[in-house]
């Protein structure tokens, strides 16, 4: 818990809710994994089981979750050349800083946001598991690494404890740890967001475009809510005292991209998730789609239809930035 409770945060139940939502993920991402729908070798690491099967719509899911994203993130730091920063808002049990080392994609420094409780677990893994920590030390200059509780900081990487909405506090804590306004920088969200009340996340959107002048916001979440699939979504989250206080942005794809358009963002895109799974490789998909049976591709079809990726622009520095969008199979990029 944070030493002062913050004015607006809902109960303790609703923020305990919300941090569970972290597990599920990590638990769905660890069964994709060891179906063998992509490979992360540093999940098992955070979640020792694969758990209780999941169904295959969920695992196609997370495969394009996971794809889209990387797709995204890989070509903006392809495009920075790596001098850049990267800031994963919420980013629970992520694996993407040591995904990135071992593809050399490393920016110059990735940082993770995250409640408390989330940041003591995640540094005490880093601790414990040699094959966590040997990657931090590979890129430090110093024998030490600055750790307690609730921060790890290395040249590379670092993790803070924040609550995202308190935007002031979490920034004084990421400027301590070097992060730098004059680099172009990559914030990155899943499923976060729609936790947080409109007022919250437009608060955070726009620290984020009035901050950095080159910047590049990826966000991966609910979208469509307003139709009866939608709504038992809600119903459903809502029965485990999850609520989703930001639905009403996630009403449609033009509510997504007037989040940004409205903080101040230059240009604004989004694509639901069954559009991005069919501009996902495709020897790839048919590869993940020999895996399991899936006997009703409708399914699927409504889940996708219900999450889309978002991302915003600015770029002041001209970097071409807004050409990393999604390729499309006759070549084109599918940008803003």
Request: glycine share 6%; proline share 3%.
């Amino acid at each position: 818990q944070m030493a002062s409770r913050l004015p607006f945060t809902d109960s303790d139940a609703a923020d305990e809710a919300v941090r569970a939502t972290c597990d599920d993920a990590s638990s769905c991402k660890r069964f994709a994994t060891s179906k063998g729908y992509w490979s992360d070798p540093y999940i098992q690491y955070f979640v020792r089981q694969a758990g209780e099967r999941k169904a295959p719509e969920i695992n196609r899911g997370y495969y394009a979750r996971v794809q889209g994203m990387s797709h995204l993130l890989e070509a903006f730091i392809r495009r920075t050349e790596g001098n850049c920063q990267v800031v994963n808002l919420g980013a629970g049990l992520d694996t993407n800083f040591w995904r990135l080392k071992d593809g050399n994609l490393l920016p110059k420094k990735y940082f993770e946001v995250d409640f408390p409780m989330i940041v003591a677990r995640k540094i005490h893994n880093i601790k414990t598991k040699p094959p966590l920590s040997k990657s931090l030390i590979e890129t430090h200059s110093t024998d030490s690494l600055m750790m307690d509780g609730h921060s790890l900081d290395s040249d590379r990487f670092c993790i803070v404890a924040a609550d995202l909405r308190d935007v002031l506090d979490m920034e004084d804590k990421l400027k301590k740890f070097q992060l730098d306004p004059g680099l172009p920088t990559l914030f990155l969200s899943e499923c976060v967001m729609v936790y947080m009340t409109p007022e919250q996340s437009s608060r955070l959107v726009r620290w984020a475009s009035d901050t950095f002048h080159t910047a590049m916001f990826i966000n991966y979440e609910q979208v469509n809510m307003a139709d009866r699939f939608g709504q038992v979504m809600i119903e459903n989250l809502q029965r485990r005292q999850c609520t989703l206080a930001g639905a009403d942005t996630c009403q449609s794809l033009d509510s997504q991209k007037e989040r940004f358009l409205n903080a101040g963002w230059e240009s604004a895109d989004a694509l639901d998730m069954m559009t991005v799974y069919g501009l996902l490789p495709q020897e790839d998909v048919a590869r993940i789609e020999r895996l399991e049976f899936l006997d009703e591709k409708e399914l699927l079809q409504q889940l996708l239809q219900h999450y889309c990726i978002s991302w915003a622009f600015k770029d002041k520095l001209r970097l071409g930035t807004s050409t990393a969008g999604f390729q499309g199979r006759d070549g084109c990029v599918f940008k803003c």
